[in-house]
Structures are given as structure tokens and as C-alpha cells.
């Protein structure tokens, strides 16, 4: 069974950083895409940032030049560097991985979430 798990939210003032890991774990084949998305109190869940297994990469409009995503393909590890945020940053982050078990076919995988909150 592949499991995603999320670390690295928490609370910081306005201009502040934070930096988010997931980790995938379990029955691992390869892992092709990885990112992540966020989801704001009342708002729909959003794509942040993407990163391909070969290291390019796509951001949302709103976080260009603010957030960098990287990943450690030895570790199947995401990792979402976040500087400079902003209130708007605010809620809670989701990985997700396509990954194959058994080297048939990819299946989306998501972590449970991690909360980021950003103070004005």
C-alpha cells in the first residue's frame, strides 16, 4: 500500500518561509509527476506547483518566483520551498504522486494535508 505523508506546516508572519516535505512509502515502482495543491477555507482546491520525474517544473501565476518545488528521486521525496508568503498562502497543502506499484500502470496517490497559515 503507498502512503504519502506531509511535513513542514505551521504559522509564520507575513514575508516569512516554510518549507514542506512529503515522502511516498510502501509498494514503490516509479514515480512519475509529483506536486502539490492547496485548498483555502471556502475556495476549491488549487494546483500550486508541479515537477516532472526528470526535474522540470510548472507554478501557478500566484506563486512564481516565491515558491521553488524539488524532489529526491533516491528518496521519493516533494519538497515545496516557500519564501515570501503572504496571507493568501493560507491553507492546507496536499502532495500528490503518480506512482506504480508494480510497474503496470500509475496511479494518483495524495497525502492527508498539512496546514500553513500565514499571519498579517
Known amino acids: 500500500q503507498v502512503r504519502l505523508v506531509e511535513s513542514g506546516g505551521g504559522l509564520v508572519q507575513a514575508g516569512g518561509s516554510l518549507r514542506l516535505s512529503c515522502a511516498a512509502s510502501?509498494?514503490?515502482?516509479?514515480?512519475?509527476?509529483m506536486g502539490w495543491y492547496r485548498q483555502a477555507p471556502g475556495k476549491q482546491r488549487e494546483v500550486v506547483a508541479s515537477?516532472?520525474?526528470?526535474?522540470?517544473?510548472n507554478y501557478a501565476d500566484s506563486v512564481k518566483d516565491r515558491f521553488t518545488i524539488s524532489r529526491d528521486n533516491a528518496k521519493n521525496t516533494v519538497y515545496l520551498q516557500m519564501n515570501s508568503l503572504k496571507p493568501e498562502d493560507t491553507g492546507v497543502y496536499y502532495c500528490?504522486?503518480?506512482?506504480?506499484?508494480?510497474?503496470?500502470?500509475?496511479?494518483?496517490?495524495w497525502g492527508q494535508g498539512t496546514q500553513v497559515t500565514v499571519s498579517s
Open positions: 515537477i516532472t520525474r526528470g526535474g522540470s517544473t
Open positions: 500528490t504522486a503518480g506512482i506504480s506499484a508494480y510497474g503496470v500502470g500509475y496511479y494518483d496517490y
Open positions: 510502501g509498494t514503490i515502482f516509479r514515480i512519475n509527476d
